[in-house]
């Protein structure tokens, strides 16, 4: 079982826009000829940050239209949120206002021998990796840059502590880098 932080990623580094858009990562590529459907079919547990979740509340149409509901995923959801914030009716969320490290034992009761998955943004993935809970980073670096946005993990990683595992190229447009995180002794 790991704890993952899998998103994707413009050249130099923002995982959405200053207003929170995806559609520069859109017209990059194919999901389902990406390594996602292996990699959700092993997830057992799910990290979103607030603004993740906002933008799926925002975007429910374009959800149901591209996956056939307005929440995508059957695995339980942590959202970590310091406000009060709408539920989608039918889905298995759980609103936090903790830190990683007080809820992450409960998601690995749930997650049982699967993996969680830590939705975004970059700033919750930096939490888990600051607890010493983030395993691995899966990395989807698309051809475009954005200038500024929402960093893909605002934290300072100095080597030794990442080691890329793997290399894929996603057609003409996408790479996917995977990276172990290295556990201080």
Known sequence: MKTQYFAATSLDGFIATEDDSLDWLFPLGNVAESSYPEFIANVGALAMGSATYEWMLRHAERVTAETGSAWPY???TWVFSSRPLPSIPGADIRFVNDEPRHIHPEMR???????????????????FHDAGLLDELILQVGSVTLGQGKPLFPRRVLS??????????????MVELRYEIARPV
Do not use: E, Y
Not at 117 to 124: A, E, Q, R, S
Not at 160 to 173: I, N, Y
């Open 74 to 76: 059957h695995q339980p």
């Open 109 to 127: 009761a749930v997650a049982g021998k699967t993996n969680i998955w830590i939705v975004g943004g970059g700033d919750l993935a930096g939490q």
């Open 160 to 173: 030794p502590v990442l080691t890329l595992t793997d290399v894929r190229q996603m057609g003409s447009s």
